[in-house]
Each structure stands twice: as structure tokens, then as C-alpha cells.
């Protein structure tokens, strides 16, 4: 080794060694950065929920239009219990009566 330099072979482990650490706390960046803004639309979903009910425009049937705005997806558990998962991130379960 001469004054100041690495042997190859060291520094190139370690090289690969940063380059990986550098790749993992990207990701972790990038995770937290979705979650950060995920969170802060989940609250704008929330906030839009309660102004929605708290309005009492309830109707008496179905209205398929309200749903859609309302519900993002279903989830089937079993036969007997299904999921409502909201856009704002909550799911409720419920049970079916047959």
C-alpha cells in the first residue's frame, strides 16, 4: 500500500459496501416521503368524510354515485364478512346476514 491509497481489493469492497447503503437509504427516503404524503392525503379524505356526514344529506336508498366517492374497494374476508376500505384508509368490516 502506498502513503494514502487503499488496496484495490479494500477499496473496492468498501466501495460496494457504500454503494448498497447508499441504495438502502434511498429506499428508506423514498418510503417515508410516500408515507408522509399518503398520510397527509389520508387526513384529507377524513376531514372530507366528516364534512360529509356531518352535512345529514342521508338517503334513503342506494346511490351509487355517494359509494363510489366514499368507498375505494371491497374486500370479501369470508362468507359471512366483508370489507368496506374507504379512501381514506380505513376499512370496515361487517357481517352478512343471509
Known amino acids: 500500500m502506498r502513503k494514502g491509497f487503499l488496496e484495490p481489493a479494500i477499496f473496492n469492497e468498501q466501495k460496494i459496501e457504500l454503494s448498497q447503503r447508499h441504495m438502502k ?17 389520508q387526513l ?24 363510489q ?15 368496506f376500505h374507504l379512501n381514506c384508509g380505513i376499512t370496515l368490516r361487517e357481517g352478512v346476514k343471509r
Open 25 to 41: 437509504l434511498k429506499e428508506e427516503r423514498e418510503q417515508l416521503l410516500y408515507l408522509i404524503n399518503d398520510g397527509s392525503n
Open 44 to 67: 384529507s379524505e377524513v376531514k372530507w368524510l366528516i364534512k360529509y356526514f356531518k352535512q345529514g344529506k342521508f338517503r334513503d336508498a342506494f346511490d351509487e354515485e355517494s359509494f
Open 69 to 83: 366517492d366514499i368507498v375505494k374497494k371491497i374486500i370479501v374476508y369470508s362468507p359471512n364478512e366483508i370489507g
